[in-house]
């Protein structure tokens, strides 16, 4: 048979490698790097590589499932479809809008889906229960650069390919591929950093690959990074090394004396006595990054998922935005996605708030409540129990805090439905499953990651194979799905949602062009000039001709369109990231709000010397890990990705002899909240006091039907986590966590 090659984006995480794939009719052979990809020239990591067995797992769901009697059973489109719709319409009419909740995994931002058929289905479900990964993630980023710069997704990256001094916290890029920041081959974009004479430097609790690949590496307290910021920043104005350059017309004086004032007792000997970190490194560090001609300083899941990461997130920005390194050239900067016209972020600014939860009444940040209280909003009676949810690309059992009481919340619900290619610790809860086709057989664009990319670029990629008869687009299950909420019925045309998209992005721009008589040009007229499938497709070219570098519906025959695009099979470069912050800032006053409001008090807070301690009864810290193979919990189902088991307990050599523990022993991993037991790995790569564990394992709960995953279970780490938020940013905390750890 004929071999042909197909090329792709690889889904599964930010870095969208390209990928070229060889193909004997509709059997995938062979998947490596796509060496003609302007971003990624040939890299690619193992999940990428994993695309094919993923497509023949035989675990993956590939009709949906109904639960009878305690088991599943395959089922039809329209049965499944029925069952939720009548499900879910009583519920509502027996409890009302918020009886219903929906959560979100991060897979949702690697489809078309996810980016374009969510806000439809939130829209139409009209609960104020809407939780995410964000919560265990991202958020506090979002928080701050919301308040910053007046919109959640106006999120600085760094300009990783020009800068001369790249300031890494509680990050590891070597492994994650870049978080809140896509940056295909980001170790061979360190290589090249250091060939130009440039400089790495990672603060982090553990010695991670990246840490190994830097030119200095410091350790820190897992959590404490909050102080260390305050100590750079307060280097900084004590030796006059401020200096906002292009910035200073756009920052009010105020906010800079004030944010002087707030960190004046936070000395670098003061913030040693708390993060560890020697106070002359920190005053070498501070001097560096403002010496340095171009400089960009970035922080991930180390400086967010903890007790002040919300001030973590935005002390990061500060340093960025009082050194003069943001939006400009090898600093950090806000990229220009081709799908995103310029001004078309309302500059109304960012609130919180708008709504708070149930039982604690937590603030609901960006339209999302914290996803580590979702258990006592299932388990609390009264007006707004969650009695239903639905799930899409998310396995929360693993992913969420106090795991063990999520589960068994999860067991009492009314009803539960599923968009999941698995059975897994969430799913095996659900009475319907709604498996999509395989990810093969979605075309992909990145409506998420391109806009948060170190150079601009777009690329879409088509179906590398047609989905087999009977099975669904995950788009038109989330469109059935808001059929279903908006009272439409599961028997409606799900194209309908994609046609009802288009013609309000239509509407949109002819209002925003004085109207149908200065337009001229109707509704029907633009949806008429569109190319690609019902669906994704249209709405992608739709967004492309009236995005920065668009044709404008034919007034810029140069510019891009779907056509276009869909012919440079390796995707686009569009160039370095470029100044442009007078148009990106989205508030009000189109003004950086460097010391926001929000976050003055908390500020205060973090003075208290209480807060720095941690429980005579625990002596140790967790902390999370990654692992280059695994990204979600679903890829432990894959051999390829679960071989080498990594789930073990990190220890360091001097905490390991006090223990007696040795090598391959088991241990007893106590906190507030429960007790878990992992083998141990000693390593001098983390730092005394301070243990690990990686996220996203624990697959050995009964019912999980994944086999593979199921016979190398590892431990779940969130059992351990005793559901703690950070309220500024409604986000869990994951990380230094206190511990007892004896042998087992």
Known sequence: MTQTRAYRVCPLCEAGCGLEITLSGDRVEKIRGDQQHPMSQGFCCPKGIALKDLHTDPDRLRTPMIKENGSFREAGWDEALRLVESNLARIREESGNDALALYLGNPNTHTMAGGLFIRPLVKALRTKNFYSASTVDQMPKMAACGWIYGNPGRIPVPDVDRTDLFVVFGANPFVSNGSLMTAPDFPGRVRALQARGGQMIVIDPAETRTAQAADRHLFIRPGTDVYMLCAIIHVLFAQELVSTRHLADLIDPGDIADLKDAVSEWTPAAAESVCRVPADE??????????????????????????????????????NILTGNLDRQGGTGFARPAHVPDGSIPKKGFATGRWHSRVSGAAEVAGELPAALMAEEMETPGDGQIRSLITIAGNPVVAVPE????????????????????????????????????????????FFFHGLSVRNFAAYSPPVLEKAPGEKDKWEILAHLTH????????????????????????????????????????????????????????????????????????????????????????????????????????????????????????????????????????????????????????????????????????????????????????????????????????????????????????????????????NPGVNTNRLTPGEVDWLSATAVLNGIAVAVAKS
């Open 282 to 319: 920190i005053t070498r560090l501070a001097r560096q990054i403002a010496e340095a001609d171009k400089c960009a300083v970035y922080g991930r899941m180390g400086t967010s998922t903890v007790r002040h990461g919300t001030l973590c997130s935005w002390l990061i920005e500060a340093v």
């Open 403 to 446: 795991s063990q009481r999520l589960d068994a919340a999860l067991a009492k619900l009314d009803f539960m439905v599923c968009v999941d290619y698995y059975i897994n610790e969430t799913t095996r809860r659900a009475d319907v499953i709604l498996p999509p086709a395989s990810l093969l057989c979605h075309g992909h664009y990145d």
């Open 484 to 711: 279903i909420a908006s009272g439409r019925g599961a028997a409606a045309d799900p194209g309908q949602v994609a046609d009802q998209i288009l013609g309000g992005l239509a509407e949109n721009l002819i209002r925003a062009m004085g109207g149908p008589e200065k337009a001229g040009v109707t509704r029907d007229d633009l949806i008429g000039m569109l190319s690609g499938r019902r669906g994704p497709e249209r709405i992608l070219d739709f967004l492309l001709r009236i995005g920065p570098y668009g044709d404008n519906f034919g007034l810029k025959p140069d510019g891009i369109n779907f056509d276009r695009l869909s012919a440079s099979p390796h995707g686009m470069d569009l160039g370095p990231l470029s100044s442009w912050i007078e148009k990106a800032l989205a508030t009000p006053d189109g003004k950086i709000h460097l010391f926001p409001q929000q976050l003055r008090s908390a500020m205060a807070q973090i003075k208290t010397p209480a807060r720095t301690g941690r429980p005579e009864k625990r002596t140790l810290e967790l902390i999370g890990r990654r692992h280059l193979r695994t990204n979600n919990s679903w890829m432990h189902n894959i051999p390829a990705l679960s071989k080498n088991n990594p789930c073990t307990l990190q220890v360091h050599p001097d905490d390991a002899g006090a223990l007696g523990l040795e090598n391959g022993d088991f241990a007893e991993i106590t906190s507030d909240a429960a007790g878990i037991c992992a083998p141990v790995e000693i390593t001098e790569q983390i730092m005394p006091g301070v243990v690990s564990l990686p996220h996203g394992w624990g697959h050995d709960m009964e019912g999980v039907q994944m086999r593979v995953a199921s016979q």
